[in-house]
């Protein structure tokens, strides 16, 4: 009974909040590693992407489905523990003994698999050697490394090293048959489907850790009827690997040796993940100006210079006005979901600190994502805002390709909040001028005659809000 109630609640919790179709992904990655094609998997992903997420939720899928075998292992949770071999064994010793419809059976080869681990990791500990070589040979150990032992004394050392080399072979062939073994019965009551081990957060570990990680999962764990899924965000790791190495090793091209295949996970079904988030409550109408979701034409009245889209006008059948503004920053800024998640938190703080609909949501919404790039940018209003040079920075660091379309102009996200910046910079004649002058400056400009104030303390707000996490 406790095993259906849990079978249950796995099945309601796989992919319950699935907003960016992660399971077809997960089902298309399981069809393809079951053809053993791919034995090691390189999940690989920025920070923030989702991977936990979409691991997590595949493993809660496999398991409700008793289609196939899995593990997961979290690597950064590892990381204070030294050798990751003994933390993997454990893992799957203690995740695999439950599974499979033959307990007995199970339980038998976990416990042959663990003795072997054991002996393995004795085996192939880098102390081993050296102590051997100390305990049988004594000070002519040093000697040997200083160069000055006699030839008798380095054959021994030699056939020492031979010994303790066969006792490695040995206890990795043995452990790959163990776990071939407890694989195959595992296996066996899911027509034969292949084990899956998912490593996670490899990226946050100690690099040397997560090198030596990579290497026993590629010399010891490479058997039939196992696939492994490593989640990593690459360049990260990379980078870490290069911190070991030097700079100028070839790190990427290093990490390409433990994986037969890479995928990455997108945002591809971003629309879904805004329309749930971004709701109508925390989103004040816009001041002045309209953002079409869609192209309907010249319009019969008002907007003597209107406008018409170009080809990379963005639109949207899903999106109301409010969110395809969050998805044009989204995009112009490749901001991940988890970097989105704190970035909606902090808009929640206008609706607190200002009267409802007083602020300007697409003003405060630019501000919040360039205090997530960067909060020292973010400052009281100064004339920082007013240099050309860092327009050009922020558009080389951050392309906004897509424009938005308010029928008098289409203005990627920099170009409409510069609108803001400039109206902000002027003050008496010059600013009505701008309000008068046609154009999106106009509406802006007029709003922002209204309400200098309020505009500038939004910097503040904006500033405070980045100290929520």
Request: with cysteine; net charge neutral; glycine share 6%.
């Amino acid at each position: 009974m406790k095993g259906s109630i849990r079978g249950k609640f796995m099945i309601e919790m796989a992919w319950s909040d699935d907003l960016l179709d992660r399971k077809e992904r997960a089902d298309f990655l399981s069809n393809y590693l079951d053809e053993d094609i791919c034995r090691v998997l390189n999940l690989d992903s920025p920070w923030g992407a989702g991977k936990t997420y979409f691991l997590t939720n595949w493993r809660f899928q496999l398991l409700s489905e008793k289609s196939r075998p899995v593990v997961y292992f979290n690597a950064w949770e590892n990381d204070f523990l030294g050798d990751p071999l003994l933390s993997l064994v454990s893992v799957i010793r203690d995740q695999l003994s439950i599974q499979g419809e033959k307990p007995n059976l199970v339980k038998k080869k976990v416990k042959d698999f663990t003795k072997r681990a054991g002996e393995l990791a004795v085996a192939i500990a880098p102390s081993v050697i050296k102590a051997a070589a100390k305990k049988h040979l004594g000070e002519d150990f040093l000697d040997i490394l200083d160069g000055e032992a006699t030839s008798e004394v380095a054959e021994k050392f030699v056939e020492k090293i031979l010994s303790k080399n066969q006792e490695a072979i040995s206890a990795v062939s043995h452990f790959k048959s163990s776990l071939g073994d407890l694989f195959s019965i595992v296996s066996s009551s899911n027509n034969g489907k292949p084990v899956y081990i998912f490593i996670d957060e490899l990226d946050r570990c100690r690099p040397t850790y997560a090198i030596e990680l990579l290497e026993r999962v590629k010399h010891f764990f490479a058997v039939d009827g196992c696939r492994f899924v490593i989640a990593t965000d690459t360049n990260q790791l990379a980078h870490s690997i290069c911190a070991v190495y030097g700079n100028g090793f070839a790190s990427k091209r290093y990490l390409k040796r433990f994986f037969d295949s890479t995928f990455k996970l997108d945002n591809t079904q971003l629309d879904n993940w805004i329309v749930t988030h971004v709701k109508d409550e925390i989103c004040p109408p816009f001041n002045n100006y309209k953002i079409f979701e869609r192209h309907i034409g010249k319009p019969s009245y008002g907007f003597s210079d209107f406008v018409e889209p170009i080809s990379t006008s963005l639109f949207s059948d899903k999106l109301n006005a409010h969110q395809l503004a969050f998805k044009a920053l989204v995009l112009a800024f490749d901001f991940q979901i988890r970097d989105l998640e704190a970035i909606l938190k902090r808009i929640h703080t206008f609706n607190g600190y200002f009267n409802k609909g007083t602020w300007d949501f697409f003003f405060c919404a630019y501000l919040l994502f360039l205090v997530h790039s960067d909060i020292s940018i973010v400052q009281s209003y100064s004339g920082i805002y007013e240099d050309e040079d860092f327009w050009k920075e922020l558009n080389a660091k951050y392309p906004a390709s897509e424009k938005l379309y308010t029928g008098v102009a289409n203005v990627s996200v920099h170009e409409l909040a510069r609108s803001y910046f400039r109206s902000l910079s002027l003050k008496g004649r010059n600013l009505t001028d701008l309000a008068n002058g046609g154009g999106i400056d106009s509406p802006v400009a007029l709003d922002v005659m209204r309400k200098t104030e309020l505009y500038i303390k939004c910097f503040d707000v904006a500033k405070l809000s980045a100290q929520l996490t």
